[in-house]
């Protein structure tokens, strides 16, 4: 059984919008390097959206501008849609980072397109103003992403940054936007570093 066993709605629009909501189910099986804290695996890009967009709807208050959480949590949900075919990019790889971006328009063509055009426009807007991280609502949206596997990393004895050979000053950076849009929880977060530099799960 697969998409060849798709049966005609008799409508485009809607086998359209059937076939792209079959595709994105590859999200489950794009793993990233994030792991469950039950250190069963890593987490897929499904169950990484999952999370994120659920905690969306529990940190507002600690922006210091106010975001529309409905329309983070829509960019949330398709942020990582591209890496069906573009495929998951750790956050500290230098070498797989310098070609990410042509690497995720090439893979946005190919799954947008998939869509009614309007939807497909939508979706890929979202997207783009999530990789923009310049409104409000994406700023919001991006301290999430970064927060959840920093979350992780602090209940797994920094398994991702030991795994990665990870600096401190690499997370400092990743996590600027954190600092600046949420900085009572970036407090938090500058007390585990410093715990996981204590406990060397994070290079100085």
């Given at each position: 059984m697969g998409i060849e066993d798709f049966l005609s709605s008799g409508n485009p629009r809607l086998d359209s919008q059937l076939k792209f909501s079959?595709?994105?189910?590859?999200?489950?099986?794009?793993?990233?390097?994030?792991?469950?804290?039950?250190?069963?695996?890593?987490?897929?890009?499904?169950?990484?959206?999952?999370?994120?967009?659920?905690?969306?709807?529990?940190?507002?208050?600690?922006?210091?501008?106010?975001?529309?959480?409905?329309?983070?949590?829509?960019?949330?949900?398709?942020?990582?849609?591209?890496?069906?075919?573009a495929g998951d990019t750790f956050a500290y790889d230098i070498v797989g980072n310098a070609s990410k971006a042509e690497?995720?328009?090439?893979?946005?063509?190919?799954?947008?397109?998939?869509?009614?055009?309007e939807q497909g426009a939508e979706l890929r807007s979202l997207w783009e103003e999530f990789d923009a991280m310049e409104t409000v609502d994406a700023k919001y949206a991006a301290c999430l992403d970064r927060l959840q596997p920093l979350l992780h990393n602090t209940l797994?004895?920094?398994?991702?940054?030991?795994?990665?050979?990870t600096v401190r000053a690499q997370v400092e950076q990743r996590a600027k936007v954190i600092k600046e849009f949420m900085p009572e929880v970036y407090e938090w977060l500058r007390k585990n570093l410093d715990r996981s530099v204590e406990n060397g799960w994070l290079k100085e």
């Open positions: 079959a595709e994105i189910d590859k999200m489950t099986g794009i793993y990233r390097r994030t792991m469950l804290l039950s250190g069963e695996r890593h987490e897929n890009d499904a169950e990484h959206s999952w999370h994120i967009a659920v905690m969306a709807l529990l940190f507002k208050e600690y922006c210091v501008e106010v975001p529309d959480v409905e329309r983070a949590i829509k960019m949330l949900v398709v942020h990582d849609l591209i890496e069906i075919y690497r995720e328009a090439k893979a946005a063509d190919r799954l947008y397109s998939q869509l009614p055009e797994t004895e920094g398994h991702t940054w030991r795994d990665g050979g």
